[in-house]
């Protein structure tokens, strides 16, 4: 079974590669405040629509790079900045 995770991407410099953050939150072992945690992953995608801020989810694959281990599988929601810049 695949891990899917979901995030907000925070960069798309490279050509067929985003930088997805996926924060959760988890409580203090002691005082169990929830806390919130992020981690970057490297997601393999397609699609050139994509821009920072959009709300994907990533599905866990093969290997396809040193520390490439994801690939884009939905675009669960367009940020606002992208979706006025198709407007115009």
Do not use: C, W
């Amino acid at each position: 079974m695949s891990k899917v995770l979901t995030g907000t991407i925070v960069s798309v410099v490279m050509k067929k590669t985003v930088v997805v953050e996926v924060t959760t939150h988890k409580p203090h072992p002691l005082y169990r405040k929830l806390q919130k945690r992020s981690k970057r992953f490297k997601a393999s995608t397609q699609e050139k629509s994509l821009r920072i801020g959009d709300l994907v989810e990533i599905t866990e694959t093969r290997p396809m790079a040193k520390d490439m281990h994801f690939t884009v599988s939905n675009v669960v929601r367009k940020s606002k900045e992208s979706s006025e810049k198709e407007q115009k």
